[in-house]
DNA sequence: GTGAAAGCGCTAACAG
DNA sequence: CTGTTAGCGCTTTCAC
């Protein structure tokens, strides 16, 4: 903190001992609820802590013992999927002591080194990493210096746990309930994957194998039919104008991700075809904003509230015992139909 | 950080000096670009800090000096209209040595304290606060304690910046756009406010007024009404609910922000009214929602970007000088005109 | 059950 | 220009 001209000075562990006629020892054996302390001192502390309004330093705690303070990496704010986890963290955290950060725009290698590495400088207790692309042996790395817990990325280190949503299983479903109303000529529209690695973790291609596979079992494998370019709006805008411009367009769009499924709904608008009645569309991730009656669109729900529940226990439990092994929690997808799926004409 | 078994320990100021074979102060100052370092003595620093890939514990300088740690609390993650406010922070800083933090889920006076005193606790160098709810008298003890400077709050405290649109104008433009296009029976949806002096400070209140003033300064003084709700998507449906079993229901509602107008838009759907045809519909804030074709709401822009960036720039020029007096900067909003808005029937 | 004392990694006086 | 020294506020042995 900055100092003020002099005035107020911030109230130490000192100024507590001083008024409650105890050591300091004693103060932060009463604050950290540790062993050896009577009655008597816990109630005359605590008077005097409440009386003098003090509140731990988390930077010199830093420097002996654990700053309850836990990092949230966030690839990007915008994407309304992620707030659905950050709830399911902070919910989490609500009873504990603990004090979550995030940081947001991580998308690239680079940055994410950079944010993790200022997290780790500040000390942070854990780390929770939302859709990291960072080379998996950064990732370790990175889990044998502070606890983490890796969101949205199907790898298999020991040294950190993992939380993920079944997405091979989701796309499935989705290309089940197409086909189910009657589509043959399903197109799906992939986020662009080149690195071997991360074809392997990343969400986006294992949705992607999921549509190829449930085609296949559907026996609509001669239709399969792939646009490959972002999950962003614009890349679903994009993916949606390769598609129309086939010799025989799909009757249903399933993108990848809901952000792609609004950018797809844009160019169609632009054609002038309806939806669902020229096409129909369906999403993935279950964004608030896919429930709006003025979108209504089809889509998996990951159920992100939970995700986020679940890594935040996961992360105090490692926090707690380091030797834990690594936890690998899959959670199941559902479909959620709306306005935007319906029969091909 | 949490010790590891043993596993490489943090290098330490002390590594980096004895590997240059200097003392810490040495590094110290090297790194700080402080007075009295010689070029030799600078290059051999950078080596062994290079060599032992050395970085600075933010936890024991805060003890001392800065911690390079600013943080932001955010109302809400899910109002994309914060993430454009986001950017423009993150835009500002990218050049420094700063590392930006934020918070989310701050709805109340008791969140919002909590957030703020964990900041403080963990040495944050300066605070940027969005939209915070708190008592005015609150917000003054915090900007005493660490540089401050607020968003969207028009406050006139000596002891933080305040950066703001012009609700007020902005709300007036938007009346001015719909009386223009022949309308006459303009509705408004404000978010309910009760609290007095929040009254006069907060944006949602100015808009309101902006609303009045203007809808007087255009004659249509008799038609004003107003439903009162809450700045919510929520907030929104039920406001257009209330307004459209108005005996003389409008022919435009311009609601005061735009998750409002999405709202708004649920219930006209639902009602099978179409969009502007029988009901035109604004909103406020442009969020990046706004400009999707699917939606293309007609809006008032707040340039959150320079909002962010303007308010980084201030925040960093009062770290380094704690006398400089309070700036009140206020932008100009302009009126985006999109497809939800039309001349009435 | 309780407290004195050492020290975490860094910065700021102050001598040299 | 450079190094020695004394803390910052807390936790942690380790005596008592």
Not at 6 to 14: D, F, G, L, M, S
Not at 200 to 214: I, Q, V
Request: neutral net charge; charged residues 20%.
């Amino acid at each position: 903190m900055h100092q003020q001209p002099a005035t107020a000075r911030r109230v130490t562990i000192v100024d507590v001992a001083r008024q409650a006629g105890v050591s300091t020892t004693a103060v932060s054996k009463v604050l950290r609820d540790a062993y050896g302390t009577s009655p008597h001192m816990r109630s005359r502390v605590r008077a005097a802590v409440d009386e003098l309004g003090y509140r731990p330093s988390a930077a010199a705690r830093a420097l002996r013992g654990r700053t309850w303070t836990l990092g949230v990496m966030l690839p990007d704010v915008r994407n309304p999927f992620f707030a659905d986890i950050l709830d399911g963290v902070g919910e989490h955290l609500d009873d504990t002591e603990y004090q979550l950060f995030m940081t947001s725009g991580c998308n690239d290698a680079t940055s994410e080194a950079r944010v993790t590495e200022a997290m780790i400088d500040r000390s942070m207790d854990g780390l929770i990493l939302i859709a990291p692309v960072s080379p998996p042996a950064h990732l370790d790395r990175l889990a044998r210096t502070v606890p983490t817990v890796v969101i949205g990325r199907h790898s298999h280190s020991p040294r950190f746990d993992t939380v993920n949503d079944d997405d091979f299983t989701g796309a499935g479903l989705m290309v089940a309930h197409l086909a189910g109303l009657g589509h043959h000529r399903i197109a799906h529209i992939e986020h662009h994957e080149t690195d071997r690695i991360r074809l392997a973790e990343m969400p986006n291609a294992l949705r992607a194998d999921g549509y190829r596979h449930a085609m296949h079992q559907h026996g609509l494998g001669e239709h399969i039919d792939i646009a490959s370019t972002t999950y962003t709006r614009d890349g679903g805008y994009h993916g949606a104008r390769i598609l129309l411009d086939r010799k025989n367009p799909p009757t249903a769009i399933f993108a990848g991700a809901d952000v792609v499924a609004l950018g797809v709904l844009d160019a169609l608008t632009e054609a002038g075809l309806s939806v669902p009645g020229d096409v129909s569309v369906a999403g993935y991730d279950n964004i608030t904003l896919a429930g709006f009656r003025a979108i209504s669109l089809t889509s998996v729900d990951q159920a992100g509230h939970r995700i986020g529940s679940t890594a935040a226990r996961l992360l105090l439990e490692r926090i707690t015992d380091h030797t834990r092994p690594a936890a690998q929690v899959k959670l199941s997808p559902t479909a959620v139909v709306r306005g935007t799926t319906g029969p091909p004409r």
